[in-house]
């Protein structure tokens, strides 16, 4: 199982400056490319469709300024259901969801996932 290429490339400046960079993040993938992806509570993820879906586990602790730990890779299809791979046990604390909502269709979301997991 290849490791994924993506890594967090902050949040933008749009959404720091009116205090939401905790609600957006852009990831790049090994080609450079970044993608912005919007936290979203993981009750809400049954209703999401189409949509590039990271879940992640955040750095433990406040001063922690390690990269967030990737667990979960996939894309959600119009039907509403989850597709993808886990690369490790999902905890319950500190795992935060991250979705991408800008990918035009099927493909366009396979080419993201390709670009983040280095394939």
Known sequence: MCRPAFMTAGSPDSARAIGLADRFRYWSGASGR?????????????DLAEAVLLIVVEPDGEAAHGEP???W????????????RSLGPIPTERTRCWAHFL????DARAAILADLTGS
Do not use: K, N
């Open 34 to 46: 970044r993608y912005l992806f919007s936290c979203v509570a993981a009750d809400t993820l049954d």
């Open 73 to 84: 890779i996939g894309s959600i299809d119009r039907d509403g259901v989850r597709h993808g």
């Open 69 to 71: 730990r990737l667990v």
């Open 103 to 106: 990918a035009r269709d099927e």
